[in-house]
């Protein structure tokens, strides 16, 4: 079978700044990867990579089997990847509904049929369709940037810490809406500093520390592993 998306030993850096040392990992399709490390250590260079918003020096990056190294974020989102990014970055002037309808951009018109499949999957959102996305609350804003994403029917979702900044009952709804939507088959490469979270839903993790990754496997089997507390400890 060929991984939806691949990182093939990937350097990338910030000036002179080495960020990303040999970053291997991929993701299959209908499979939830998860992306685990402290603060500062890459996960968003490693998303933003894979979207084509900064270039590696070195290495491959392929989705759906072609080689997108050089292709530019807009090819690479036409072509299926969609990102629900850090602190969701809404548009908090405008309505939910036109924030939703700008995740439909690179298909032209929104989709009636994939608005109402947002609104089935967050009713919540149906009833706030006016509302302007700045006044929403920290869980109903990811609902949006979940929404958002899902409404151009990426075949790729990434997701940049959807814990961040959520009180602990909203996170773990947040991550049981992530599994609802693995359950339905969306691919999806998770980046988490909430490792118990991430690994509970999960088929597979990687571990990045500084910039590599230091450990990966079945998230059952990463889970409680030694390393994984050294990786969030030694630093
Ligand atoms: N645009 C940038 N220019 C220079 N350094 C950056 C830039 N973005 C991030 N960095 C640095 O790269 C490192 C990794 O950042 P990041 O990938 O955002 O980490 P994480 O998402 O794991 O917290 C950090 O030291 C950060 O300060
Ligand atoms: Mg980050």
């Known amino acids: 079978m060929t991984p939806l998306?691949?990182?093939e030993e990937v350097d990338t850096y910030y000036g002179a700044i080495h960020i990303l040392q040999k970053v291997s990992l991929h993701v299959n399709e209908g499979e939830l990867v998860c992306l685990l490390g402290g603060n500062a250590c890459g996960k968003s260079t490693t998303l933003k990579t894979a979207l084509g918003m900064v270039s590696p020096k070195v290495g491959k990056i392929t989705f759906a089997g072609e080689d997108v190294t050089k292709k530019n974020t807009s090819h690479r989102v036409?072509?299926?990847?969609?990102?629900?990014p850090e602190n969701r970055r809404l548009f908090g002037p405008m309505t939910v509904l036109e924030n939703l309808k700008i995740g439909a951009y690179v298909r032209g018109e929104a989709?009636?049929?994939?608005?109402?499949?947002?609104?089935?999957?967050?009713?919540?959102?149906?009833d706030r369709q006016s509302q302007l996305a700045g006044t929403l609350s920290g869980g109903e804003q990811q609902m949006v940037a979940v929404g958002r994403a899902l409404m151009s029917r990426?075949?790729?979702?990434?997701?940049?810490?959807?814990?961040?900044?959520?009180?602990?009952?909203?996170?773990?709804?947040?991550?049981?809406?992530?599994?609802?939507?693995?359950?339905q088959g969306i691919s999806m490469l998770v980046v988490e500093q909430n490792a118990n979270m991430a690994l509970s839903v999960a088929d597979r993790g990687y571990v990045l520390q500084t910039g590599r990754i230091v450990l990966e496997g079945?998230?059952?089997?990463?889970?409680?592993?030694?390393e994984l507390r050294r990786a969030y400890l030694g630093r």
Do not use: N, Y
């Not at 036409?78 to 629900?84: D, E, H, L, P, T």
């Not at 079945?218 to 030694?226: F, I, K, N």
């Open 154 to 183: 990426p075949r790729l979702l990434l997701m940049d810490e959807p814990s961040m900044g959520l009180s602990p009952r909203l996170v773990e709804q947040s991550f049981e809406m992530i599994a609802g939507l693995h359950a």
């Open 218 to 226: 079945a998230a059952g089997d990463l889970a409680g592993h030694d």
């Open 78 to 84: 036409k072509m299926g990847i969609a990102v629900v």
């Open 5 to 7: 998306l691949t990182l």
């Open 111 to 126: 989709d009636p049929v994939d608005l109402e499949r947002v609104f089935e999957l967050f009713p919540k959102l149906k």
